[in-house]
């Protein structure tokens, strides 16, 4: 008994596991036009996520997160993903897509494919979707103004800090310039849970050794 005892100090002392269920409560973006705040109500399983406060990472757990985002009344693009885990590095998801809103079209852009509409205010460009990145075969006087949406550029390097009250962000977003904010709302798990469970799997495993 004083060993295990002594193996739950051990694991208090190290520490728990940092992994908690999660509610995604908003989503924000910057670029050089301004700010704009996402509808994420838009898909299914929005709220099933796992944010790890430890490594910095957020997991989508189940479901569809679809959102858009408006000038006014017209969408400006639609963004959907499932699977996705958002964090420091390079994000990945089992898939991702850009939809392209009406404003684009009014003001002779084309917002999922960053160009514009050329002289003639039509897309010439095929533009398409593969797999987490959004697809242009470039054609007639369209103009290519950057990079097109994908997930590596919208959601990569992301930071993950505490806004209190259990509540997180995850950014890269700079005002005025670019990137996304995500809130989550963290549930945390009992550090009493985590060391109760380990220390019934340590006492398990000292049962069998004395018993061979």
């Known amino acids: 008994m004083k060993k295990v005892l002594a193996a739950v100090a051990l694991i208090g002392a190290v520490g728990v596991a940092q992994a908690a269920p999660a509610t995604l409560t908003g989503v924000t973006s910057y670029s050089k036009n301004g700010t704009a705040i ?14 790890d406060t ?20 017209n969408i400006l693009s639609t963004i959907a993903m499932s699977g996705g885990v958002l964090g420091s590095g390079a994000p990945s998801a089992t898939s991702w897509s850009c939809t392209e809103g009406t404003f684009g079209y009014n003001v002779g852009a084309h917002i999922c494919g960053n160009l514009l509409l050329g002289g003639n205010t039509t897309l010439d460009s095929i533009i398409g979707n593969s797999g987490t990145a959004t697809t242009v075969i470039l054609a007639g006087d369209d103009i290519p103004i950057g ?14 800090s ?3 009250g ?11 310039v670019g990137g996304y904010d995500f809130t989550f709302n963290v549930v945390p798990v009992p550090a009493a849970v985590w060391l109760f469970g380990s220390a019934l799997g340590l006492m398990g495993a000292m049962r069998r050794r004395t018993a061979a």
């Open 166 to 176: 259990g509540n997180w962000k995850l950014s890269n977003g700079v005002v005025g």
């Open 162 to 164: 505490s806004l209190g």
């Open 38 to 51: 996402w509808n994420i109500s838009l898909g299914t399983g929005n709220a099933q996520w796992d944010v």
């Open 54 to 73: 430890g490594t910095g990472t957020a997991t989508q757990l189940g479901g569809t997160l679809k959102m858009n985002t408006k000038v006014g009344p």
């Open 147 to 160: 990079a097109p949406q994908t997930l590596a550029n919208s959601f990569n390097n992301m930071t993950l």
